[in-house]
């Protein structure tokens, strides 16, 4: 099979995702055909999406290794010399990488990639095409290639992605599951040390995610992944349905938590915001997109919210080197956004960091937690406001930039406040 998808799939190379499909008949043909898996996800839903929600309260958070947390999203073919000197000033330890099932024959590049990043910890997604939904003997035969190249040297396989957008080449959670059963069948026979995850479902829409981890098919799950963005919300704070991106979480990890399918491990394998004036490389319209500036303060509040979880294991940001969305563009060689500063000083700051708490008092939030035995604290408030800067604090912006002020504005983009002779 050649490296593009097969019609009506195509694939947007600017965005880095398929276009949408415009044959109408075959969408509503396709979604017919899947008319009894799709009551099914609507059955199951509306049981367990309620049973699910009264037990938020009652699941226990866990210990997060802030080490192996966060995560960078990668494309191994994209300036790859540049991007492992990138990956090395960021000091990331864990990256993602995306192989197409369509493009087989650069599993060998995905390999040689892997081994020159020796010392990071890799998820791989492995992307599906509708010609591997349907003919799941290719897909068996290609997993097994992909398994065999890459024993020992991935940590985490992620099993399909965007399950319930049909683009992406799914008309059904049952299309998934029956996907997904082929990986997990060749994990009990013969590559019983790789750890699957799935279900990649995208954006606040857990009735698909109920589906997949509430059922009676025999498969498990080494943790679920879920593709949480919530970018056309603006910031990561704002509500859908009633809900923060702090209660999305809650309430995604406790059906991971409740469900029978998976392992008590939960990995949000997407979230990014698209950047304004980027068209056509932005993934949505410029109706959600912002500026580099807010990019970069909500790209950090985002990764404040999950740690503070303590539900999550691991967020890979997507990704390094994207023009409409990445923390690199490279429409013109390669230029370092804000954000990019900002993702290095969030790990030199987080990545050996214990969680205390989150306090949130009238909008105005302070995450805490110890570094070396030391107090940080990290402020932002919705609603801008001033706080003195005291003797024993050392204030840093959220790109690293020492900040000396005698009053401190506390805004939209964190401060990072060491506590001298704290504990």
């Given at each position: ?16 995702q ?5 044959d ?6 396709m ?10 996800t609507?059955?199951?839903?509306l049981?367990?999406?309620?049973v699910t ?9 866990k210990?997060i290794e ?13 300036e ?7 990956l090395?000033?960021l ?16 599993l060998?590049a995905?390999?040689?990639f892997?081994l020159a990043?020796?010392?990071?910890k890799?998820?791989?997604?492995i ?6 939904v349907?003919?799941?003997?290719l ?17 985490i396989?992620?099993i399909?992605?965007t399950i ?10 049952d ?6 059963k ?10 019983k040390n790789i ?10 829409e ?27 919300r ?9 809900f923060d ?5 809650a309430?995604l ?5 409740l ?11 997407e979230?990014?915001?698209p950047?304004?004036?980027t ?17 970069a303060?909500y790209m ?6 999950a740690?503070?979880s303590?539900?999550?294991?691991t ?9 409409g969305y990445?923390?690199i563009?490279n429409?013109?060689g ?15 700051n987080?990545?050996?960091?214990q ?10 939030y302070i ?7 030391k107090?940080?604290q990290?402020?932002?408030?919705l ?9 024993f604090?050392t ?11 005698k ?13 001298k002779?704290a504990v």
């Amino acid at each position: 099979m050649d490296a593009t998808m097969k019609e009506p799939f195509s694939w947007d190379n600017f965005s880095d995702q398929p276009y949408q499909l415009k044959d109408k008949e075959y969408k509503r043909i396709m979604r017919k055909r899947e008319l009894f898996s799709l009551i099914k996800t609507v059955g199951i839903a509306l049981v367990m999406l309620p049973v699910t929600l009264v037990m938020m309260p009652f699941v226990r958070r866990k210990t997060i290794e802030s080490s192996t947390f966060f995560s960078m999203g990668v494309d191994f073919e994209r300036e790859t010399q540049h991007t492992i000197e990138l990956l090395d000033e960021l000091g990331v330890e864990r990256i993602l990488l995306r192989l197409k099932l369509w493009e087989m024959e650069k599993l060998p590049a995905l390999k040689a990639f892997i081994l020159a990043n020796p010392q990071r910890k890799i998820i791989l997604k492995i992307m599906q095409d509708r010609e591997h939904v349907e003919d799941l003997e290719l897909t068996k035969k290609d997993m097994q290639s992909i398994f065999t190249s890459l024993e020992n040297l991935v940590d985490i396989y992620e099993i399909g992605t965007t399950i319930n957008r049909a683009k992406w080449g799914f008309f059904s959670v049952d299309e998934y599951l029956r996907f997904y059963k082929v990986a997990y069948d060749l994990q009990q026979s013969e590559f019983k040390n790789i750890k699957l995850i799935g279900s990649g479902v995208i954006d606040f829409e857990y009735h698909f995610t109920a589906h997949t981890l509430f059922n009676f098919l025999k498969y498990r799950f080494d943790g679920t992944s879920a593709l949480l963005y919530v970018d056309r919300r603006g910031a990561p704070e704002n509500l859908q349905i009633g809900f923060d991106l702090s209660d999305k979480i809650a309430w995604l990890s406790t059906m991971v938590w409740l469900s029978p399918k998976s392992a008590h491990a939960l990995h949000i394998t997407e979230a990014n915001w698209p950047l304004s004036n980027t068209k056509p490389y932005a993934p949505t319209s410029e109706h959600e997109c912002v500026s580099e500036e807010l990019y970069a303060d909500y790209m950090l509040r985002y990764h404040l919210f999950a740690f503070a979880s303590q539900q999550v294991n691991t967020l890979s940001w997507h990704q390094l080197i994207a023009s409409g969305y990445g923390l690199i563009d490279n429409r013109e060689g390669s230029i370092k956004r804000k954000a990019f500063e900002s993702y290095k000083f969030m790990i030199q700051n987080l990545k050996n960091a214990q969680f205390l708490r989150l306090d949130i008092v009238r909008e105005y939030y302070i995450f805490q937690c110890l570094v070396d035995e030391k107090l940080l604290q990290i402020h932002w408030s919705l609603k801008p406001t001033t706080l003195q800067n005291e003797e024993f604090f050392t204030v840093y912006s959220l790109d690293g930039v020492l900040i000396e002020d005698k009053t401190l504005t506390i805004g939209s983009s964190p401060l990072y406040i060491h506590i001298k002779d704290a504990v």
